[in-house]
């Protein structure tokens, strides 16, 4: 068969455009293929910086935890070592807190100890302080001519023993004991009180043995004398002024004895007068003898005990005072007057 030139012509076209296309299906596919390839090749740089950035906060994470693995074992290190220094320092406290409690119990002892000690010889002291006088003059007052009396206390009480020879040796002893201040010491630390009381059978006997009593100390006229029965019926205030007046007129005078006779004829206000008067530290006569006398309505026996009879005395005057002054402020003046109190026999 024979194919005209035409023909030839077509095929040749219609090959033509067939390579081309086949060349543009290549060129398709190697576009399309390039294109697989670089999103492939982006896929792994893509997935490499991702792994990089894993890999790299990997790193950090380990480096990270290291360095605090480091610091908790640092800081475990140190707490431990605290906790050993404490551990010790809380053993050695424990093994030294017995001896210093011991040492602490010892010297408390010590103090407790030389307090004591101290406390048993001031009370020694006072004891034999108050008490020698009483057994020295116990030992001489029966001596009539009462020459050793007059020696140890200035006080000459023989002729008063003359002239009273019925009182007990107590009586004797005890003015004796309260003069001894007076006479030894020229700047005594308190005055010279004596109360003497009797019963209604020994009233004048105890009158006239205080106003004797009173010139043993001293010349007649320089005593001072008050009566309470003349403030009886006074005001008490008014009372009160006149005595305070007499009393340190008299003493400032140079007067050194003073006798107040019916202390429980006085208003009651009024006697308070005598708690400065006869105060123990801070009276404002201190070189002075004050005598008071007391006219009980019960009968005094000298042979009773000394305590029951001066408790007749004070509840005298506080049945006397009662109704004007409370109990407090005549135990407290009673406490001044009475510091030696004697009974005086008919």
């Known amino acids: 068969m024979v194919v005209s030139t035409r023909s030839k012509d077509t095929l040749n076209r219609a090959f033509v455009f067939d390579d081309k296309e086949n060349e543009n299906k290549e060129n398709m596919k190697d576009k399309e293929q390039h294109k697989q390839d ?177 010139t043993s100390y001293t010349s007649g006229d320089l005593v001072t004398k008050i009566d309470g029965s003349e403030y009886n019926m006074s005001d008490a205030d008014i009372a009160k002024y006149e005595i305070d007046k007499t009393l340190d007129s008299g003493f400032n005078s140079g007067k050194k004895v003073a006798v107040i006779h019916h202390l429980e004829s006085i208003p009651a206000k009024a006697s308070m007068i005598f708690h400065s008067y006869c105060e123990t530290d801070n009276a404002p006569f201190k070189k002075v003898v004050i005598i008071f006398t007391v006219h009980v309505t019960d009968e005094l026996n000298p042979k009773d005990n000394l305590k029951t009879n001066e408790k007749i005395v004070e509840k005298h005057l506080i049945q006397k005072w009662k109704d004007s002054v409370d109990k407090d402020h005549i135990d407290a003046m009673f406490s001044r007057v009475a510091t030696a109190v004697a009974f005086v026999t008919p």
């Open 38 to 214: 670089e999103e492939e090749k982006e896929k792994k740089q893509e997935k490499k910086k991702i792994k990089e950035k894993t890999k790299e906060k990997t790193r950090k994470a380990a480096k990270d935890q290291h360095e605090l693995g480091h610091e908790v074992r640092h800081r475990s290190s140190h707490l431990q070592d605290n906790t050993n220094k404490l551990k010790i320092h809380e053993t050695t406290s424990t093994r030294n807190r017995p001896v210093k409690k011991q040492i602490k119990t010892r010297k408390r002892n010590i103090v407790i100890a030389v307090i004591i000690l101290i406390a048993v010889i001031i009370l020694i002291a006072v004891i034999v302080v108050c008490l020698l006088p009483s057994i020295f003059l116990r030992s001489t007052a029966d001596d009539d001519t009462g020459g050793t009396l007059r020696k140890y206390t200035g006080l000459n009480l023989g002729e008063l023993k003359s002239t009273f020879p019925t009182q007990t040796p107590y009586l004797w002893r005890l003015i004796g004991s309260a003069s001894i201040d007076f006479f030894k010491h020229d700047d005594p630390k308190r005055p010279s009180v004596i109360l003497l009381a009797a019963g209604p059978d020994a009233h004048s006997t105890l009158d006239a043995l205080a106003s004797d009593l009173s």
